[in-house]
């Protein structure tokens, strides 16, 4: 008998004891084994839970946890205000906003600084140095672009409490990771290649989680989607008004199956298009008109009731415009035809 077995018949001797005894025996070696798997499932659900982030309210919890960033955002305000504010250039916010493209300009422009640092890590990956260099370089000009326009399409949100927090962290990683890459170029160029992958590293981290604000940005905020892209048009003739109610010269308002439409006379003619500005849904009833165009209260955004097409920005999609007769005192309206 080895002392193996003994230890084993003694322990095997001692249960039975306790068990005759009426005593409650414990496999020692079981409850470590569950005890170790108890761990490991806790470890595993903080991993999970740390995984499964509620990224659905990172928008609100940014702008209610974060109000240092009205700091900075007043100071980037101030900074751009001569381009963007009221004395700005027309011709040069137009083609920042991106106007003349008929949606804002920043969404495709960001995709080249991505495009070409992603393309820089693969090249530092594979050990292709002349490519991740050129594309390293290329990414960050083409970063300047996206930062301009950024700060075009954020500019006239100031008095959104989201939009202007979220926006501003936005633009202070995006600004950090180009930074970063700004120093990878230098420690490239001077053969500090190591130190140079280390800071484009950090960069493409950092672009990234500036790109899931700006996700935010759009898709859960809604800044530069169109405020009437979802608003059904009216397809058959439908009367808004009596031809009596519409003062000659003046906006008038009237709501049509749940869309706001803004009505213009002026002398024979009859204008009408929808009352809520694309931007970011101001009251076009409520502005000022210079012809057939109608400027927003808000932000300055100017449509022509005609056809509904943007004259300047901020707005970059049109309005819907509608055709309109007068029959039996009613006007009625329906929907343009699409060309």
């Known amino acids: 008998m080895t002392w193996g077995d003994f230890g084993r018949r003694r322990g095997d001797s001692r249960r039975d004891g306790a068990a005759r005894e009426g005593y409650v025996t414990i496999d020692t070696r079981f409850v470590e084994r569950n005890h170790k798997a108890s761990r490991k499932g806790t470890q595993l659900m903080a991993i999970t839970r740390l995984t499964r982030l509620d990224l659905s309210n990172l928008s609100a919890w940014i702008s209610t946890a974060m109000p240092w960033l009205d700091k900075p955002a007043a100071s980037l305000h101030n900074a751009f205000d001569p381009i963007f504010g009221q ?47 050129l594309t390293l370089k290329l990414g960050t000009v ?7 326009t950024g700060v075009a399409q954020w500019h006239d949100l ?21 930074a970063c890459y700004g120093a990878s170029w230098v420690l490239r160029a001077r053969d500090a290649r190591a130190a140079g992958i280390a800071f484009s590293t950090i960069g493409i ?25 979802f608003d059904e048009q009216e397809a ?14 003046k906006l008038h308002r009237v709501e049509v199956s749940g869309e706001s439409i ?22 076009l009833d409520e502005g000022e008109i210079d012809g057939t165009c109608v400027t927003c209260p808000w932000h300055g955004s100017q449509f022509d009731l005609r056809d509904g097409r943007v004259i300047h920005g901020p707005a970059t999609s049109p309005i819907h415009a509608y055709e309109t007769r007068v029959t039996n005192g009613h006007v009625q309206i329906r929907a343009r035809a699409k060309k």
Not at 158 to 178: C, D, F, K, W, Y
Not at 207 to 226: E, F, P, R
Request: with cysteine; glycine share 12%; charged share 15%.
């Open 87 to 133: 004395h700005g250039v027309p011709i040069v916010k137009d083609a920042l906003y991106g106007t003349w493209l008929g949606h804002p300009l920043h969404p495709p422009i960001t995709d080249l600084p991505i495009g070409f640092w992603t393309s820089s890590l693969v090249f530092d990956v594979l050990e292709m140095e002349d490519a991740a260099d």
């Open 236 to 249: 058959e003739w439908t009367i808004i008004a009596a031809i009596d109610d519409i003062e000659d010269g």
């Open 205 to 229: 981290a950092l672009a990234t989680a500036g790109g899931l604000l700006g996700g935010d940005l759009a898709y859960k905020l809604g800044i530069g989607v169109s405020r009437v892209a």
């Open 262 to 283: 803004v009505v213009l006379k002026q002398g024979q003619a009859i204008h009408a298009a929808s009352a809520t500005c694309t931007h970011v849904g101001g009251p």
């Open 158 to 178: 100031q008095e959104m409490e989201s939009p202007r927090r979220v926006g501003t962290l936005h633009a202070i990683l995006n600004v950090s990771a180009t």
């Open 142 to 148: 083409s970063a300047m672009g996206a930062a301009v």
